[in-house]
């Protein structure tokens, strides 16, 4: 007997349906459900709430959850097998989880079901960045989610959550401390899934920021790009990639134009982003 419900062990499930992880869809299972259970509480109170879990492959993740007391969950899986081991867990917990076959690329995962979600996954490296910077990017704000709780290999959460000064603060840092409150959890070892990754796995919590600073997103992104693309440079000369004078833009934005990209906190690139739009 498992610790959280009375369904079989993951590893019968994934012997019973033929579950052997695929590289091509960057599957790496998840088989401790202490561990589950432990991703599940990063999220906070579950209780009667709405969950979007993205690529649940045989369910260890969805089974937390659920034991965890969500009220909905709503799982998109673009495996096929593990469609039967999904829809045994629907059976244990009737009415309370929604099998979505597809691509999470394709679908808009905070639009499912009544409540906005909290949207959680052990997320395929290879589409990981792609689908957080669209739950960053929605046209209103704030998000229809209400948290996310989402791993990432160590790299990228590294990335995610640095600040100004931080070897690892780039544009994804700038975005998402822009949008969010990311907080990194805790660490998971290679040696807990199902093939070991070449990397230590990171559960990042993210909470929206009620009201990020004024800026249009498009030129964020512009001038973070140019900003980083040179990052070895100083703003005068790499931000001249925006076809506007960059020491002109520097003052306009209150920046030193002799600092580097990797010094300027969120607001300072929001304030360049801003006076880039006027001056055009």
Known sequence: MSQIDDLPPLREVIERHGLSALKSLGQNFLLDLNLTARIARAAGNLTGRTVVEIGPGPGGLTRAILA????????IERDRRAIAALEEIAAHYPGR???IEGDA??????????EPPVIMANLPYNIATPLLTGWLSP???PPRWTAMVLMFQKEVADRITAAAGDDAYGRLGVLCGWRAYATQMFDISPKAFVPPPKVTSTVVHFAPRPQPL???QADLEAVTAAAFGQRRKMLRQ????????PIALCAAAEIDPTARAETIPVKGFVDIA????AMR
């Open 214 to 216: 004024s800026c249009d």
């Open 238 to 245: 790499s931000l001249k990639a925006l076809g506007v004078d």
């Open 97 to 99: 989880l929604n099998i």
């Open 105 to 114: 690329l394709e679908v808009d995962s905070a639009a499912l079901g009544d």
């Open 139 to 141: 046209a209103s704000w």
């Open 68 to 75: 965890a007391g969500a009220a909905q969950v709503h799982v």
């Open 274 to 277: 801003n006076a880039w739009k």
